[in-house]
């Protein structure tokens, strides 16, 4: 919609795309091809995916000054900052990074993320192939190798695949990623991967993860509106409207190939402008080879992206609550028909136009969505081997974010967020009037406001119930119990019935679903696990999950304010529990290694022990461990102490017995004086003040002060205010903590120590 009829902006129609260099090179100079293509592609308003799998795994041999590579996870940094460059001054970038988890460096693809502040331009996802989860299921071993598809790997391990998977779901618990990408059903399902061999074989996805592509070739979307084939909608009377559903997504499919063809024109003029741009052939060469590899893919291809919006809207005007088995059947009914429908048109299409260029019936004869089609509609397969087809695929089902926002639905096939809500709105600080509610850990600036769902008021009208803008919660609450909307929000919904959904509507989608599990705060690693592998059972090609408050998000609930002031704080558990939910935070003072334990109530710190990490002594903590338990425990004089327990890479716990023994006594005096504090509920920001203001003889006992700091600074909620403090740039006191970092809200500035 921005680019049809914009000749002011060159600029392309396709919203996804795949990047890969033939040959797979690990190299400089590949990696750098992509770095720069994806830039070119980005500037185009492009989201681009690639699969980081090809490159040699850290400490592999190299022939150049290094000696042995660094491993793929510097390289994830350095395209992540590429991406966010090009998100500068309005415009955006959005960067999707793949791994195949057989690769031996793919846990620290994992853990890339989990340093604030690091990769914070991309989103991440797992290929996990069938034997991995296999392997999982069974408790067996899972053998990692490079080149990862070679039957000679240059380097091969065993690993526990129990103990690696627990990490990806513990690592989704925390942040939200890394997203997992079941690689086999995705190539198995794929209409595309039947031609593989004639370069569409499925590397990677789209940032959003719902159109798996081969290297250069991109999709355009278009969405359908569900809730405009609702007759009477919210009555009693509603219906679904079928046939004018099958019209219009034929409509719909020839808009789509007539896009296609609109994008060569969008193609062209970006090859004449590279041709007339000032620069030299040398520097032109990259982008007029990328976008000509493009060309070539697309028309060989002519690949759509038809989906689907107001998917929650459609359900509930119907009287369905969504996340029932009556709602999924019925979804399901709807995608069945849009599917045949789409491919029933691309069908005449080939008549009238002509097949996509490597149409082979044959090829496809075994293709598990194909044979779907054959079965449902035996007359339009028919037709298909006589005719073939003008779309090598055809369907999708996007996030529609800023789609629904216009069409003023729930978005994709998603459940409303909730019927009230406060949205994020990004802002340039620079705008006159400019109001910053909020600062998210990357420094970018948000003004927030109240939102109605747009259907909700439509029922609230169509009920006869008053529409005003002064109802109390509770009022709205309990307008929201009466309404089609109850029970059936985002964070109320069966998560395993949402699942089930995904993978029933799967096999009507001919690409992917873009789809997120949204889960309260209070949610138990367990239920991600059950819920990541219930999707790989019931067919999903991916799933992802977002547990509330994981991460700074754009939708936050409405919620009543409590009152924080001194009298009425109280603290958040006096009595230490045996266990405690404890991180381990790493940092160094001038040349020495410090490390710190910091025990958690709640995701807050209660206690915190920290000081050299002195191996000969015995804390000897593998770098790989983040997370663990404090436990206190009597020794057998009756003593007590607190031990450390973590679960290794083999998936047993590993003990660490008395951590007070560990380190100096006056760190120890000194923590426990700093635990007390914390377990009074004191704001972490005044705590810091404490220590700051802490005046100490000993230079060991002040350095000891600032790993306590640091190890605190992490915990401080986004947003907090650095009261009294002032920009060093602009010199306003308008600073705020963002994951540790003071972030001045006026300019930008950023201050970290």
């Known amino acids: 919609m921005a680019g049809i009829g914009n000749n002011i902006q060159v600029g392309s129609l396709s919203n996804c795309f795949v990047i890969g260099i033939d040959g797979k090179p690990d190299s400089y100079g590949g990696i750098m091809l992509v770095d720069q293509e994806q830039v070119q592609l980005m500037k185009r308003r492009g989201g681009v995916g690639h699969d980081l799998s090809h490159l040699r795994p850290k400490g592999s041999p190299v022939k150049n000054s290094a000696l042995t590579s660094t491993g793929l996870v510097p390289f994830m940094e350095r395209y992540s900052n590429s991406t966010r460059e090009v998100a500068q001054d309005g415009r955006r970038g959005a960067l999707m990074m793949t791994v ?19 990769v914070t331009g991309a989103n991440v996802s797992v290929r996990i192939d069938d034997d991995f989860m296999r392997a999982v299921e069974s408790g067996d071993t899972y053998l990692q190798q490079f080149p990862v598809d070679s039957d000679n790997p240059e380097v091969a391990q065993e690993i526990n695949a129990a103990s690696l998977w627990q990490k990806i779901v513990g ?68 219906s679904f409207d079928f046939e004018l559903l099958a019209k219009y997504t034929a409509k719909a499919q020839r808009i789509m190939d007539d896009i296609i063809d609109l994008e060569m024109e969008k193609i062209d003029k970006i090859l004449s402008k590279i041709e007339k741009d000032p620069e030299c052939n040398e520097v032109k060469t990259t982008e007029k080879h990328l976008w000509e590899k493009i060309r070539n893919k697309t028309l060989q291809g002519r690949r759509t992206g038809l989906g689907t919006t107001a998917e929650g809207d ?24 849009i599917a045949l429908a789409a491919y029933g048109a691309s069908v005449e299409m080939a008549k009238e136009r002509g097949a996509f260029e490597v149409y082979d019936t044959a090829r496809e004869a075994n293709n598990p969505f194909i044979n779907r089609l054959a079965e449902a509609d035996t007359e339009m397969y028919e037709r298909m081997k006589r005719y073939g087809r003008r779309n090598i695929a055809c369907l999708t089902i996007a996030p529609t974010g800023t789609t629904s926002l216009m069409t003023q639905t729930t978005s994709g096939i998603e459940p409303v967020f909730m019927p009230v809500y406060k949205r994020r709105r990004k802002i340039n600080a620079a705008e006159a009037a400019a109001q910053v509610d909020f600062v998210d850990e990357s420094g970018d600036q948000f003004q927030e406001y109240i939102v109605y769902h747009p259907k909700f008021l439509e029922w609230m009208k169509i009920n006869g119930i008053e529409v005003r803008h002064d109802y109390t919660q509770a009022q709205i609450e309990e307008l929201v119990a009466k309404s089609p909307y109850a029970k059936a929000t985002a964070n109320d919904i069966d998560w395993l019935e949402k699942v089930n959904m995904q993978g029933a509507i799967q096999k009507w989608v001919d690409h992917s679903i873009s789809v997120t599990i949204n889960l309260p705060a209070d949610v138990s690693e367990e239920t991600v696990e059950q819920l990541y592998r219930h999707a790989w059972h019931v067919g999903c090609k991916g799933c992802t999950v977002y547990r509330d408050g994981s991460r700074s998000g754009v939708l936050i609930a409405v919620e009543k304010k409590k009152d924080s002031t001194a009298e009425n704080r109280k603290p958040i558990l006096v009595k230490r529990p045996v266990e405690l939910e404890a991180d381990v935070v790493r940092f160094q003072n001038n040349k020495e290694k410090w490390i710190a334990f910091v025990g958690l109530v709640d995701g807050r710190p209660y206690e915190i022990f920290t000081g050299l990490a002195d191996d000969e002594d015995g ?48 760190y120890w005096n000194y923590a426990k004086l700093i635990s007390g ?10 705590v810091l003040k404490l220590v700051g203001g802490l005046e100490l003889d000993s230079q060991s006992i002040n350095t000891w002060k600032m790993g306590v700091e640091r190890a605190l600074k992490k915990y401080i909620a986004n947003g907090t205010t650095a009261s009294g403090q002032r920009c060093p740039n602009c010199g306003q006191e308008t600073l705020v903590y963002q994951e540790g970092c003071l972030i001045c809200t006026s300019c930008g500035t950023s201050k970290c120590g």
């Open 619 to 666: 804390i000897f903590i593998p770098k790989s461990v983040t997370h663990g338990k404090i436990i206190k425990a009597i020794d057998p004089e009756g003593n007590k102490r607190y031990d450390f327990q973590f679960i290794n890479k083999r998936g047993h716990k590993t003990t660490i017995e008395g951590l007070s023994d560990k380190f100096n006594p006056e």
């Open 171 to 238: 690592n989704a618990w925390k942040s939200a990623e890394p997203g997992v990408l079941f690689w086999d059903t995705i190539r198995k399902e794929s209409v595309p991967d039947c031609y593989a061999d004639l370069g569409f074989e499925t590397i990677s996805t789209n940032p959003c993860g719902e159109i798996p592509l081969c290297p250069y070739d991109s999709c355009r979307l278009l969405a359908i509106n569900l809730y405009s084939f609702v007759k009477n909608p919210f009555k009693n009377d509603a």
């Open 100 to 118: 195949s988890i057989k690769h031996p460096d793919s846990e620290a693809f994992i853990d890339a993320k989990m340093t604030p502040g690091k």
């Open 677 to 686: 504090v914390l377990r009074y509920d004191m704001p972490i920001d005044q």
């Open 314 to 337: 459609m359900l509930a005007s119907l009287g369905l609550k969504y996340g029932t088995p009556e709602a999924t059947d019925f979804s399901v009914r709807v995608h069945k028909t």
